[in-house]
């Protein structure tokens, strides 16, 4: 028990850091040429470099000493000067935010646990003064303090790194704790390619970039719930949702409602959009549809229930949330059959569902 319980705890502090891992193109040069070599970048420029990541890829890194330091990376988001990338280590599922700011770049937000997908950089919850992850001018020497007294320090540029993934010139960056240091290894237009965590009593855990799986996009599996028409029962099913960089979730997700599978009705006519999905701070999905939901789905009044319930069952399920705001167009769900009031709110619900 104490050894996992050092090795969870090791792995915490690792997490603690930013796996930038990823290969990309420079945002600052989309057409990936070289740069004109009688021009020196600019330090911004080369700051930039870091979030340069090419999405629908799969970055894998292997772990060694501890069985949590094997992880892979996504990118969900690229807005402007942040970068959103999803981390899963076989038993969580952390996103962070990435950004740029004052010749920093900064961890806006790390955020564990976080099993759906969200488009997080605009989230109210970043924080401009969130830890620095590089700091400019990126020379041998630079240093500073993190928040937790923590001192962070460029020791050395333009260094060759070989991983499984290729040979890299890096920099390295070490992190001193008060019973560990921490070494990572960037490399332009690549991030993070290796971290090594040395504990005071000689533990160590390494994570390094193993391979880049190019065109390959995030791929959930998400229990749906779906009307039968036969036995009156909402039945469920496991779908494969694939997730492309800068997908956007509702789009995913009203596409998979208009789908039809055998005994199984769809939930949403084929002109219905879903205007807006998401989790909110009070821990509720709002979800809302175009007014035509209600006209295109043509159901009687237990019918239209079983498709109210398999969408609520489902969004709430992959969300993990208990309750479902449901509108259309803003104003609360109406029918012939069903009148929500404003604020009321619809509840997961199993009593009706048959598995399988």
């Known amino acids: 028990m104490k050894k996992r319980a050092l090795m969870m705890g090791v792995f915490s502090v690792l997490l603690s850091l930013v796996f930038l891992g990823g290969c990309g193109t ?3 040069n989309p057409s990936n040429e070289p740069p004109n070599n009688n021009e020196q970048p600019a330090q911004e420029d080369v700051l930039a470099n870091f979030l340069a990541y090419q999405g629908n890829t799969k970055y894998v890194y292997e772990g060694q000493s501890n069985e949590y330091a094997s992880f892979t990376t996504y990118v969900d988001y690229f807005k402007g000067d942040k ?3 999803r981390t899963n280590n076989g038993g969580t599922e952390t996103v962070r935010v990435l950004g740029l700011n004052a010749g920093q770049m900064i961890q806006l937000l790390a955020q564990g646990e976080t099993y759906y997908r969200e488009d997080l950089t605009q989230s109210s919850k970043l924080n401009s003064n969130g830890e620095v992850l590089l700091k400019e001018p990126l020379t041998k020497g630079t240093s500073w303090t993190l928040a937790d007294n923590r001192k962070r320090t460029i020791t050395n540029v333009d260094m060759d790194l070989s991983t499984p993934a290729g040979t890299y ?3 390295e960056v070490t992190t001193e704790g008060k019973d560990n240091t921490i070494m990572d290894y960037y490399a332009p ?4 390619v290796k971290t090594v965590y040395k504990g005071s009593d000689g533990y160590e855990v ?3 970039l193993s391979k880049l799986e190019k065109n390959t996009p995030l791929v959930q599996n998400v229990k749906t719930y ?3 028409i036969d036995d009156g029962k909402v039945h469920t099913t496991s779908v494969s949702l694939s997730f492309k960089t800068n997908d956007i979730t509702k789009q995913i997700f009203e596409d998979e409602f208009k789908k039809q599978a055998a005994n199984h009705g769809k939930l949403l006519g084929e002109n219905v959009k879903i205007k807006s999905l998401y989790l909110n701070q009070d821990g509720r999905v709002y979800v809302d549809f175009t007014k035509n939901f209600v006209t295109e789905m043509n159901a009687g009044a237990g019918y239209e229930g079983m498709i109210l319930q398999s969408i609520v069952n489902t969004l709430g399920n992959y969300y993990g949330a208990s309750e479902v705001y449901l509108t259309m167009e803003g104003e609360p769900y109406a029918s012939g059959h069903i009148e929500m009031k404003k604020g009321e709110l619809f509840k997961v619900n199993m009593d009706n569902v048959v598995e399988g």
Request: aromatic letters at 6%; proline letters at 5%; glycine letters at 10%.
């Open 189 to 192: 237009g690549v991030g993070l």
């Open 26 to 28: 420079n945002q600052n």
């Open 83 to 85: 970068v959103q990338l």
């Open 169 to 171: 010139k890096v920099i």
């Open 206 to 208: 390494t994570s390094t």
């Open 226 to 228: 779906y009307p039968n």
